[in-house]
């Protein structure tokens, strides 16, 4: 059987791709190992899909080359795949942050891109693991459970190995490999940080959440940090989660919005306070800290210089994550497919005519709150125009 394009991968990428080439009048075939499509589609934004977001800007993604990006969000922004959305009934809400939620299911976006792939007559093999792709003559030949497809151009659309009980594997990689692509070395990304035993106290507070500011380096996020039986979680810490490196420290400010002096101030206005009331944060948290300090007793009771160094502290509390989640825990996978490789206007590699890369798999990673959909919707575009 002869196609003019094969994808493999029937995710958010992979569909947008085979919809778009489809409705150009290309035929093409979607081939996924797993029995339907769009599994981590259905699981995401809590199974409302956070489809796109209304920021998205190439700044907000990591990649060995970050203007890689560019050409792809510039050419098919979030407005544009909104503007589906609304021509598809599909109601929708923004939750915070430019953060764009379907109000009924994250099934209502994957039965989009199927209509949308269905009126481009798509073929879809769905439940049929690939054996092997072989290339020559023109054309890619892929070996699947029951039969062998080709097709001159072959689309490398099945992500990362991020949340494997979903059905993900690394598979992308293994054909960038054999064709000659170079591959950035893939990591968990927007994942639960773990701690170690010397901070084992903070794991007592699992289910405790406030709003800080993490930070990196020179990476910063500030949103709701969740303290958990392993270790931290919680937007704040998923974002910092992409940018940080093993055996290097976090720094949280736990008051982000605390005036200067602030418990000085409180110990002349009420010096018979109990400390632990003074601290605007959880009750078990502030306990915790101020346990780690070393302070107790009323505000009256402590010296400037004490007060003075537990505030600096909140400001820049330090936390030495000893690992992440992993994969199972990973909402995405960072790395992949070097970009150094791939014409940023179709996502086509450079050296190897007709094969193409996109979404997941390619290392171009989003920040939480849709900008990885986003991605997904614009590189599947980019190669779907040029197939």
């Known amino acids: 059987m002869s196609y003019d394009a094969i994808v493999i991968g029937a995710g958010a990428a992979g569909l947008m791709c085979a919809a778009t080439a489809g409705q150009r009048g290309r035929r093409v075939l979607v081939v996924d190992h797993n029995a339907e499509p769009g599994r981590k589609i259905l699981i995401s934004g809590g199974g409302r899909c956070n489809f796109t977001n209304l920021h998205t800007a190439p700044d907000r993604y990591l990649s060995a080359n970050p203007h890689f990006a560019k050409s792809a969000l510039s050419r098919y922004t979030a407005r544009d795949f909104l503007d589906l959305v609304e021509a598809h009934g599909i109601a ?140 931290l979680s919680g937007p704040a810490m998923l974002q910092i989660s992409s940018y940080w490196q093993h055996r290097t420290p976090i720094a949280v400010d736990f008051l982000p919005d605390a005036a200067p002096d602030w418990l000085l101030t409180a110990k002349r206005e009420r010096p018979r306070q109990q400390l632990a009331r003074s601290v605007p944060l959880p009750e078990r948290l502030a306990a915790v800290l101020l346990d780690r300090a070393g302070l107790s007793g009323e505000l009256g009771a402590q010296s400037d210089k004490a007060l003075r160094a537990f505030e600096a502290r909140l400001a820049d509390w330090p936390f030495h994550p000893n690992g992440t989640e992993g994969y199972a825990k ?58």
Not at 350 to 370: C, F, N, R, S
Request: glycine residues 14%; proline residues 4%; contains cysteine.
């Open 330 to 387: 990973a909402e995405v996978t960072a790395g992949g497919i070097a970009t150094s490789g791939l014409s940023s206007r179709t996502m086509e590699a450079q050296k190897v005519p007709g094969l193409y890369a996109i979404g997941e798999a390619v290392d171009v990673t989003g920040w939480l709150g849709g900008y990885n959909f986003q991605w997904a919707w614009a590189s599947g575009r980019a190669a779907g125009e040029a197939i």
């Open 92 to 231: 929708w809400h923004e939750k915070t942050l430019g953060q764009l939620f379907c109000d009924g299911s994250a099934r209502q976006i994957v039965d989009l891109l199927l209509t949308e792939c269905a009126k481009g007559a798509v073929d879809l093999a769905l439940g049929e693991p690939v054996r092997g792709v072989e290339h020559g003559d023109g054309h890619y030949r892929v070996t699947l459970g029951s039969c062998t497809v080709s097709a001159p151009a072959l689309v490398l659309a099945s992500g990362g190995p991020s949340i494997p009980k979903l059905g993900a594997t690394g598979l992308a990689y293994e054909l960038a490999r054999q064709f000659g692509l170079s591959v950035v070395q893939p990591r968990p990304a927007l994942v639960p940080l773990t701690l170690g035993a010397d901070e084992a106290l903070f794991r007592e507070l699992s289910g405790v959440s406030a709003e800080v500011e993490v930070r990196w380096n020179k990476v910063r996020f500030r949103e709701a940090a969740l303290f958990t039986h392993r270790g």
